[in-house]
């Protein structure tokens, strides 16, 4: 492809300001629309990704059967992590839980701080490395606390805020080491982290903590090596869970009613897939769209792809027409000695340009569109437009001005040169003209098919947001308490005055 | 040079098949200046395109140089046609997209010339043809006589052994129409072959040869006055 083709192609879009316009733009949107709907895909895809090995990590789960409902927890009790320490296959097992940590006191200013309670190797098993101070050491010194670069920003204005205190409750904890931010696409996000003999815990919590022999539950993730030992390790701990005195204990009239069903069942599922389990989402205490329907988010890549090819296909019958009337041109160049290849070439090249721009412009339009987006999906999405995936659009914007110059190539090549130059253009070819016909329609098609799906859910989203709750809302006031603060005397107080 | 035996070639409108050339003979020597005449439909054109090789006979032989092309691919017709044939229109078929320099240079933009000696060779046969001084022009605007010069400088910037010209005064008044013509006669008094295609009886007569046409089939086949002359 010469620098020449590319000059010529830019000076014919130039000519046609108008047909410019509309091929660009049209094909910028799409690429837009897709872009965007690509990195929501994307972004749920590659979810807990940035874990090390996280394809060997196993998040256990259970269902109590004595439930009538049954819905499946990925926490388990604790003292199942002994057990899988000792079960052969498991390379490593700890467990965390999100603790509601009462508001966190910088000088006089109050924050809050997601964080997280973490047994021992749970910054190994989750391959986490320090930015700044030992990790290991200040989860296990009573009165440290790990946080990570934007919450040291957040609270002290600084990433560098080793050694800084905080004030939780009454307690002081000293800043011990800094980590990077988890990526928004995880089901593990944290601010802080402590270790069990935080100061946070109580002595005999601590203890619990560590053994779970009287039935404390976590989140427990396991580290298997080898995917072939994922029965044998699910089957030991589903040994281990019903010899377990709280499901020994269970009542012989309970046991009656479960028949052959356990107690408890068990199961192991892998982190890189925790995101959409749908299992797990069905619980009552996980946080609505805290999880993703696979089924959802491959369909927005299908529809994606449709925005997409309806662009494409609006470009590549414009394309057509446009060689329809520039046959004496193509005409002239095979009389003076283009070759297939280089008639090829001339239209691949024009192809793409405008593809290429199409690309840049669609980019412009999604970055200036993804604040909008991200919030309408309720995801965070900065991260869209990393050099990895602007090179990827780049990359999608060739292969598709490759594509959709073929049908303009094509038709380029049908040109008789004889009757074109002679004023006797030829109409253009039976074959190519079903083609561009059969595009025209599945174009429409798409485009009304889409547009129906947009209607719909608009006319759902209007009808739900419009529905009446049952009771009137306005004279309701909302008070989000903290966990530990609903027992306070403070707080017994207010609800008794509140009558 | 060119040996067209017993060729015929006809098109299928719909149901209606038409007769474009009906087997033609003809024998065309290195060096010749032949005019072709006919009234509109009798196949002229059509004969132009298959001396060209933008079309090939549905029957018959047509011997280029001594090869005989029957069946060849239009890949191989094109290698064959490269450099070798040039090409002058009623409608000069500019391309509006390039200055009148680029145009010519179009011509030499698919061989192994280089871009330096393209220009070069672009520029010399724009200042022999006399419209040099318009070489950054957009073809639009000169007028139609300068235009066909700058047609005419295009198809012989390769060098060809064999120019085709399809009515080339056509679109021209009398003057330039004189003009061309004349340019048409110096260029075969330089030794190229030259085939041409028009209505006009008078520039017909200039050529060394006049094949007329009438229904696909050759009526005469003639040598002209300007063939004898001193």
């Not at chain 2, 035996?5 to 038409?18: H, I, N, R």
Request: hydrophobic content about 50%.
């Amino acid at each position: 492809m010469r620098l020449d083709d590319f000059r010529i192609g830019l000076r014919h879009l130039l000519r046609a300001p108008g047909y410019s316009a509309i091929a660009i733009l049209g094909l910028a949107v799409g690429f837009a629309a897709c872009l965007l709907l690509l990195g929501y895909v994307q972004y749920s895809w590659r979810y807990d990704a940035h874990v090390p090995r996280v394809e060997q990590i196993q998040v256990v789960k259970q269902r109590f059967n004595v439930d009538p409902v049954a819905p499946w927890f990925d926490q388990a009790p604790l003292l199942l992590r002994a057990t899988a320490l000792k079960t052969p296959g498991v390379a490593d097992a700890s467990a965390f839980f999100r603790v509601d940590v009462p508001t966190v006191k910088v000088g006089t200013t109050l924050h809050k701080m997601p964080s997280l309670l973490v047994l021992p190797r749970f910054a190994q098993l989750l391959g986490l490395r320090a930015l700044e101070g030992d990790l290991d050491a200040a989860l296990i010194r009573p009165d440290a606390l790990v946080i990570t670069a934007s919450t040291a920003r957040r609270l002290f204005g600084s990433a560098r805020a080793l050694d800084r205190t905080v004030q939780i409750g009454d307690k002081l904890l000293r800043v011990a080491a800094i980590l990077p931010d988890p990526p928004a696409n995880t089901t593990i996000p944290f601010e802080a982290l402590y270790g069990v003999p935080s100061v946070l815990n109580d002595p005999g919590m601590r203890t619990e903590l560590l053994t779970g022999e009287h039935g404390a539950w976590g989140r427990l993730l396991l580290r298997i090596e080898n995917p072939d030992a994922v029965p044998q390790v699910a089957a030991a701990l589903q040994r281990a869970l019903d010899a377990a005195p709280a499901v020994q204990g269970v009542a012989p009239d309970i046991r009656a009613r479960l028949g052959a069903r356990r107690v408890m069942d068990l199961a192991l599922s892998p982190l890189r897939e925790a995101y959409f389990d749908r299992d797990v989402a069905r619980n009552p205490v996980s946080p609505p769209g805290d999880r993703g329907d696979r089924a959802t988010v491959a369909g927005l890549a299908v529809v994606a792809l449709l925005i997409l090819a309806i662009g494409a296909i609006n470009y590549m019958n414009l394309a057509t027409v446009r060689v329809l009337r520039r046959q004496r041109e193509i005409g002239m160049r095979k009389v003076l000695g283009a070759s297939v290849r280089q008639i090829v070439l001339q239209f691949m090249a024009e192809s793409l340009l405008v593809s290429l721009l199409a690309t840049m412009l669609g980019l412009l339009l999604a970055y200036l569109a993804l604040p909008l987006f991200a919030e309408l999906v309720n995801r965070k999405l900065e991260h869209l437009f990393s050099p990895a995936n602007v090179g990827l659009a780049l990359l999608i914007g060739l292969v598709l001005g490759v594509v959709t110059g073929l049908q303009p190539a094509w038709t380029a090549l049908r040109v008789r040169p004889g009757q074109a130059l002679a004023g006797r253009a030829n109409t253009e070819s039976r074959i190519g003209a079903r083609m561009r016909k059969a595009l025209t329609v599945l174009q429409i098609a798409t485009a009304v098919g889409l547009a129906s799906l947009a209607m719909g859910i608009a006319l759902q989203t209007r009808f739900a947001v419009n529905a009446s709750p049952g009771f009137d809302a306005a004279p309701l006031l909302i008070v989000d308490l903290p966990g530990r603060g609903k027992k306070s005397e403070a707080v017994r107080g207010f609800m008794t005055a509140l009558g | 040079m060119l040996k067209l035996v017993s060729l015929s070639k006809s098109f299928t409108g719909g149901e209606v098949k038409t007769t474009a050339l009906d087997r033609i003979s003809l024998d065309i020597a290195a060096g010749e200046y032949v005019a072709i005449t006919g009234p509109s439909g009798c196949g002229k054109s059509t004969l132009l395109s298959v001396l060209g090789l933008f079309d090939t006979g549905d029957s018959g032989q047509y011997w280029f140089d001594g090869q005989d092309i029957a069946g060849w691919s239009e890949m191989a017709l094109h290698t064959l046609r490269r450099g070798r044939i040039g090409f002058i229109f009623q409608d000069f078929n500019l391309l509006e997209e390039l200055n009148v320099a680029e145009n010519v240079e179009l011509a030499l933009a698919y061989t192994d010339v280089s871009r330096q000696e393209r220009r070069e060779r672009a520029a010399a046969m724009l200042d022999k043809l006399g419209v040099g001084h318009r070489a950054r022009h957009r073809p639009s605007q000169l007028s139609g006589g300068q235009q066909q010069r700058v047609a005419i400088a295009r198809a012989l910037v390769a060098r060809p052994a064999l120019l085709l010209a399809d009515e080339p005064t056509g679109n021209l008044d009398t003057a330039h129409g004189n003009e061309v013509m004349r340019l048409l006669r110096q260029i075969n008094d330089e030794g190229t072959t030259v085939v041409i295609v028009t209505h006009s009886a008078d520039h017909a007569a200039q050529a060394g040869r006049m094949v007329r046409l009438l229904d696909g089939r050759i009526e005469a086949d003639a040598t002209t006055l300007a063939q004898v002359a001193p």
